[in-house]
């Protein structure tokens, strides 16, 4: 859920593109981006950290430009 959601602000196609890029890095590495025990803790590592793959962490078999498309779909 993108940060705008969560705290009930307008938003647009901007939260979209955040969870699809929630849903590709999953695909891409197998986990999910922002992790926590509870609800609390995965809103607040939404908010504080900025999640992307980098070049290093790309699995075989994925492109740069596939981790670039979900680091902008996460920029906030």
Request: hydrophobic content about 40%; aromatic content about 10%; some cysteine.
């Amino acid at each position: 859920m993108s940060p705008e959601v969560m705290f009930k602000q307008n938003h647009g196609v901007a939260a979209d593109y955040f969870a699809v890029g929630v849903i590709a890095y999953e695909c891409i590495m197998g986990r999910r981006p922002y992790l926590g025990r509870s609800r609390k803790e995965i809103r607040d590592a939404i908010l504080l950290k900025q999640a992307q793959i980098k070049d290093r962490d790309i699995p075989s078999g994925y492109t740069k430009e596939a981790a670039d498309f979900v680091n902008r779909c996460l920029k906030r």
